[in-house]
């Protein structure tokens, strides 16, 4: 008689055998002890070699057990992310190439990524409350950051490590990355100065967040750098929208004296803009210009296309999460901030006024 197979019963498993921080150290000729530490971000350890031990342990199949870590280190080596997905979607079309960035950082960094939702900012705040107190995160990306951002102050009461997409108010203890948004409006406004125009209106996104103050500000500065008077009638608040900008487009092509040109500070808010022209029979480029701040494909696509300065989100993503595991790590937040600039895409939405 043959004997059984007993294999499928044996409780052996089948997969190959899990691979060990002492496999990679021996593929790299390296001491175990610096494998170890570079792939947990000492400080003593050399960019370089970090990198190198990064990408052979990712390369090798090596998962560090999470469990362990956490008992030997305190960390769960997560990076916590909550969405307020609730009321206007104007944040939305960033989302894709956003998340993205951070996981591939966080992959890069053998860490993972967290993400929740909130339907308003209060539930935000206690998701927030929520992860920190449940340890299910070491720390937070906070996007669209406001002047006075609840989320910033609790977490900077608990000592919870965060970074921010964007400033703040108060940026003690703050680490954050941002793009200067202020510089490319003020680039906007001398560029339809240079194509002729002096009446240049402004359309800004939402008072209570950080951005809308910092690009009010690159307007006025380009009106100031062009030597044009600042005249309140052409400048209308809380556009983020293509509702917002119909109603705010309208408010300033009905003027006596309207503007020849509108920059806007969302993209969005400028396509509400295309549709208000449209009804008073003004022909985008031509009769009204218009630039926008954004860089979304559906600007690409609108007819004109519409000129917007562009952000690359999936890098932002990525910069963000490097700079909120070295926080976590114990690096001062006031050392780790970084300023990055919008690409200005020129397509057919501005031109010269009619003279």
Aim: with cysteine; hydrophobic share 35%; net charge positive.
């Amino acid at each position: 008689m043959s004997k059984p197979d007993n294999s499928v019963n044996s409780g052996r498993r089948s997969s190959k055998p899990r691979v060990t921080i002492k496999d990679v150290a021996e593929e790299l000729a390296m001491a175990k002890s610096t494998v170890s530490r570079a792939l947990n971000g000492y400080s003593d350890i050399a960019e370089s070699t970090r990198l190198r031990v990064s990408k052979t342990a990712q390369r090798m199949g090596y998962q560090p057990m999470v469990q362990a870590q956490a008992i030997r280190t305190g960390l769960m080596r997560s990076v916590g992310l909550v969405l307020n997905v609730g009321g206007s979607s104007s944040h939305r079309p960033f989302l894709t190439n956003f998340i993205d960035g951070i996981s591939q950082r966080a992959s890069q960094e053998n860490w993972t990524l967290t993400v929740t939702t909130a339907q308003n900012s209060e539930a935000v705040l206690e998701t927030i409350e929520r992860l920190s107190n449940e340890r299910k995160v070491d720390g937070f990306i906070l996007p669209r950051t406001r002047v006075i951002d609840p989320r910033v102050d609790f977490l900077r009461t608990h000592g919870v490590p965060f970074v921010m997409f964007g400033r703040t108010g108060n940026d003690d203890e703050c680490s954050w990355f941002d793009i200067k948004g202020e510089l490319a409006i003020e680039k906007a406004v001398l560029r339809l100065v240079t194509l002729g125009h002096k009446r240049i209106g402004f359309i800004n996104g939402l008072d209570r967040y950080m951005y809308a103050s910092l690009r009010f500000d690159g307007y006025v500065q380009g009106l100031k750098k062009a030597g044009l008077a600042y005249d309140e009638t052409l400048v209308r608040p809380n556009a983020v929208t293509k509702r917002d900008g119909l109603r705010e487009g309208a408010v300033l092509l009905d003027l006596p004296a309207p503007p020849t040109a509108v920059v806007c500070a969302v993209d969005l808010a400028a396509l509400g803009v295309y549709q208000a022209a449209k009804e008073r029979g003004r022909k985008i480029g031509r009769d009204l210009s218009i630039i926008s701040y954004d860089g979304i494909d559906e600007g690409e696509y609108a007819s004109p296309p519409l000129t917007s300065f562009s952000v690359d989100n999936r890098a932002a993503g990525e910069i963000l999460t490097g700079l909120l595991i070295k926080r976590i790590r114990g690096e001062a937040p006031e050392t780790l901030r970084q300023l990055g600039e919008a690409t200005l895409i020129e397509r057919a939405s501005d031109g010269p006024p009619v003279s």
